[in-house]
């Protein structure tokens, strides 16, 4: 018996770069900007929400394998992954760069607006 997932978890990493915060979703290809890690964070988390939404049960819903598979270029994947080895070495002091996980229900509930 085979189980479908429920929840899609995602890799991000952020950023500061000249006095602006930059949040990235690895898996999904999505980029957010914000004067704050929390603020550009919360940008990328509604970006994955409503992008989720769109693949699973919007619009888009015929597309969603593809969507739901769309990885960001190789640099992006390095950087998360040099960010994580850092941050377990705990080399990662700057406190200008985050790696983190995201985690989504597949099932969305009501897209937001």
């Known amino acids: 018996m085979e189980f479908a ?15 602006k915060w930059q949040a990235f979703c690895l ?5 957010a ?3 704050t890690f929390e603020a ?4 990328l988390e509604d970006m994955i929400g ?8 919007g619009e888009d819903r015929e597309h969603a394998s593809y969507l739901l598979s769309r990885k960001a270029p190789l640099i992006y994947r390095l950087k998360y992954y040099t960010y ?10 700057d406190h200008a760069r985050r790696a983190f996980l995201e ?5 969305p509930p009501l897209k937001h607006a």
């Open 103 to 107: 985690v989504i229900p597949l099932a």
């Open 40 to 43: 550009a964070k919360l940008k």
């Open 33 to 35: 900007q914000a004067d």
């Open 50 to 57: 409503s992008y989720v939404y769109d693949a699973v049960a």
């Open 84 to 93: 994580v080895a850092l941050k377990r070495i705990g080399a990662l002091q």
């Open 5 to 19: 997932p429920v929840e899609l978890v995602v890799r991000c990493y952020a950023k500061k770069d000249q006095g």
């Open 27 to 31: 898996d999904l290809c999505l980029a």
